[in-house]
Every structure is written in structure tokens, then in C-alpha cells.
């Protein structure tokens, strides 16, 4: 079955900081891949997606490159800040599995301190 | 438009009750899932609407959960008999063409 490994939180960082929150996945055919973040006392909003091999998400400085050699999918940022701070979680759906449901990673807090 | 609403925001029932929770999707969208976070499970899938298709409800944890949606549109998520372990926050999500779901703000369900 489909499966999202996250690397395991939390992650505290300085503001300023770079920022990689690894995942990688398990999928038959070809997933399309998202991160998703929950900031303190709100919903999950999508962060950012990728539907095929090589393709770059990016929002808000966030990236992720959808690489299907290493079946990979790791999140990225240049310069964390304060307001940062959240859930993150990694997320396949693959449209052989009924609706395209989310498959979704452990999740990860980041907290960055000032 | 308005996002996916859902309601209630929180509910507190006692053991044995039946809860029932509720969502609106967004106006148009066609799928609508149903998904449960909590602390030992992390996010996991629950139930699925396509139009007027049968739902697949191959993530419903036990009998006791059930749910239905309506018009195409409002989608309840009933509980019967809650247990302990049936605390989490249960969240809805729509989507109109499988690529992006949009979430709504969960309902957060305590059992006594």
C-alpha cells in the first residue's frame, strides 16, 4: 500500500535558519505529492504540490522537488521566521487509490525561535 | 467563496452516546473525504463521496461509525456508541477535481 515517511520532529531552529523537513513515500504508479501545514489552533492548508517527477512546488519561500529516483519529496526553506512555526505534513494521494484520498506523514512541529 | 465548514467545532459526549458531525463543503465540489487526527494514529483517511457513487468506506474503524451525504452536498459523520478511543479531531475535506482537497477546521470530539 501507499505509505509517507517524515523525518521526526521536533525541529527547533533560529530565525534565519535554513530549513529541510525530509519525506520520502511508498506508492504503485505515479502520486502526486503535497505539503500540508497546520499553524497553532487552525485547519490544514495545502503548502504546496507536485504531480510529476521533477516537478518543483513552491510557496511562501517553501520548495519541494518531486524526485521519483529517490522517491523523495523534501521541504525546504532558505530563511525561517518566527511566523514558520506549524505542522508539517507530507501527503501523497494516487489516483488508483479510490478518490485520491491523502495518504499523510507522521507530521513535524517546527518552532523557530526569534 | 466560503471554504469547508464544520461543525461543531468541539463536542464533549460521555461514553456509550452517539455524536453526530457535520460538514459543508465547498459550493461545487464533487468529492468530499473524511479524515481523523489523533495522537497515536496521525492523520488517517476515514470515508469518501463522489456525486452520487457509493461512498468508499474502506477507513471507517468499526461498524459503529457510519456516515452519509445528502444532495451531493452536506455530509454527516455519525458515531454510535463512542468509546475512549474514538477522541480525536475529525476533519472534512472537498475537492472538485482530485488534485487539491480543501480541509475544513476539524471537529475536535472528547469522550468521557
Known amino acids: 500500500g501507499n505509505s509517507v515517511t517524515q523525518m521526526e520532529g521536533p525541529v527547533t531552529l533560529s530565525e534565519e535558519a535554513f530549513l529541510t523537513i525530509n519525506c520520502t513515500y511508498t506508492?504503485?504508479?505515479?502520486?502526486?505529492l503535497f505539503w500540508y501545514v497546520q499553524y497553532p489552533g487552525e485547519g490544514l492548508q495545502l503548502l504546496l504540490k507536485a504531480t510529476k517527477a521533477d516537478d518543483k512546488g513552491s510557496n511562501k519561500g517553501f520548495e519541494a522537488t518531486y524526485r521519483k529516483e529517490t522517491t523523495s519529496f523534501h521541504l525546504e526553506k532558505g530563511s525561517v521566521q518566527v511566523s514558520d512555526s506549524a505542522v508539517y505534513f507530507c501527503a501523497l494521494s494516487a489516483q488508483e487509490t479510490s478518490g485520491s484520498r491523502l495518504t499523510f506523514g507522521e507530521g513535524t512541529q517546527l518552532t523557530v525561535n526569534p | 467563496g466560503a471554504g469547508v465548514s464544520q461543525s461543531p467545532s468541539n463536542k464533549v459526549t460521555e461514553k456509550g452516546k452517539d455524536v453526530e458531525l457535520r460538514c459543508d463543503p465547498i459550493s461545487g465540489h464533487t468529492a468530499l473525504y473524511w479524515y481523523r487526527q489523533s495522537l497515536g494514529q496521525g492523520l488517517e483517511f476515514l470515508i469518501y463521496f463522489q456525486g452520487n457513487s457509493a461512498p468508499d468506506k474502506s477507513g471507517l474503524p468499526s461498524d459503529r461509525f457510519s456516515a452519509e451525504r445528502t444532495g451531493g452536498s452536506v455530509s454527516t459523520l455519525t458515531i454510535q456508541r463512542t468509546q475512549q478511543e474514538d477522541s480525536a479531531v475529525y476533519l472534512c475535506?472537498?475537492?472538485?477535481?482530485?488534485?487539491?482537497?480543501?480541509f475544513g477546521p476539524g471537529t475536535r470530539l472528547t469522550v468521557l
Open positions: 475535506a472537498s475537492s472538485a477535481y482530485y488534485i487539491e482537497q480543501f
Open positions: 506508492a504503485t504508479g505515479y502520486p502526486s
